[in-house]
């Protein structure tokens, strides 16, 4: 089982509504990451938190909106999607940012109507 | 050039058999890299890192070769378990994933 906990598993929202995907870790690590994955296709970086302070944008249109509460807890807010947003949003941790040693959630299922 | 490529596969092997999967790279200054499997519909894991020339645990190997820019995985005596995809991972300034292999192991 992982210990990186996301929810919800599944969700889907219309392009009107605002709803978050949550992310919690509890291994003590400072670094926490949102991937975008799309079927058949790799994992796509959107942000990456070190020490709760955003430190990598990869130019993610403003309708997605991080926050890091705390150094366990990742959050995603969702806001005026796409149906092309539709894909599986996994979230990461790591003992600092500048490893590749991903722990990675199962993942939150994401449908926009 | 893409930033991290791969063959897709798929690659359907019987069991035992030894097989190899090759990525490039295009980042220079990537100083560390990744072998990570991700079953169908499920998070990526793991599966080696290479840090070096190269590193082995098991019936798994990866090689790097830093001149030509690549780094290989090869399985021995594949298992049916090992069916998944394979996604190679360079760590520069960020991590970023290769599209993946895709292995198929048949009785």
């Known amino acids: 089982d992982t210990e990186v906990t996301q929810t919800p598993k599944h969700l889907v929202m219309g392009m009107t509504n605002k709803k978050s995907l949550k992310c919690e870790q509890h291994m003590g690590h400072r670094a926490m990451y949102w991937y975008k994955q799309k079927a058949k296709k790799p994992p796509e970086l959107m942000f990456v938190?070190?020490?709760?302070?955003?430190?990598i944008n990869e130019s993610v249109p403003s309708r997605f909106s991080p926050e890091c509460p705390n150094s366990s807890l990742l959050n995603l807010h969702l806001h005026a999607l796409q149906p092309e947003d539709s894909a599986l949003y996994l979230c990461a941790s790591s003992q600092g940012a500048r490893t590749g040693e991903l722990f990675f959630g199962e993942g939150s299922r994401l449908t926009v109507l | 050039r893409k930033e991290v490529e791969q063959d897709p596969g798929p690659f359907n092997v019987p069991e035992g058999a030894t097989v190899a999967f090759n990525c490039t790279y295009s980042?220079?200054?990537?100083?560390?890299f990744f072998w990570y499997r991700q079953d169908c519909r499920k998070e990526p894991k793991l599966l080696m890192s290479v840090y070096s020339s190269g590193n082995e645990d098991g019936r798994f190997t990866a090689q790097l070769n830093r001149a030509s820019q690549y780094i290989s995985l090869l399985i021995r005596d594949s298992k049916l378990s090992d069916s998944a995809t394979y996604l190679c991972a360079p760590l520069g300034d960020k991590l970023i994933f290769g599209t993946g292999t895709r292995l198929q192991v048949f009785p």
């Open positions: 938190y070190s020490y709760e302070k955003l430190s």
């Open positions: 980042n220079s200054a990537s100083q560390s």
